[in-house]
């Protein structure tokens, strides 16, 4: 089992940041690619951004690109999301994954098997 938990959402006006924390506990997390994905209220849950388990590749959805970054630390159990030049669109609750893959991980959310609990992002206008 790998146990989740998001932190480090808000509300933000647009334009500011944010910077997401997930922090991993339980199997060796280094084994997991991880990825971020964020759910709209009355939208499906959509992937944004993720990277393999040692942090060498990341893949982003297109809508961020440029605005979102992932990274982590093994040593620590911690994969961050920081989000620039936020949008009222980015309004979500904010999910990290796991997904037991030595490749890219994929934004299919049905191919993770571990979930946090989320964290709320809301961008005023």
């Known amino acids: 089992q790998v146990q989740l938990v998001e932190s480090g959402g808000g509300l933000v006006q647009a334009g500011g940041s944010l910077r997401l924390s997930c922090a991993a506990s339980?199997?060796?997390?280094?084994?997991?690619?991880m990825g971020w994905f964020r759910q709209a209220p009355g939208k499906e849950r959509e992937f944004v951004a993720g990277i393999t388990w040692g942090g060498a590749s990341t893949v982003y959805a297109d809508s961020v690109k440029g605005r979102f970054t992932i990274s982590r630390d093994n040593a620590k159990n911690t994969v961050w999301l920081q989000i620039n030049s936020l949008k009222p669109e980015d309004t979500a609750v904010y999910y990290c994954a796991a997904q037991y893959t030595s490749g890219i991980p994929t934004p299919r959310k049905s191919e993770y098997p571990y979930w946090g609990q989320g964290t709320q992002v809301t961008v005023s206008s």
């Open positions: 339980g199997r060796t997390v280094s084994n997991y690619a």
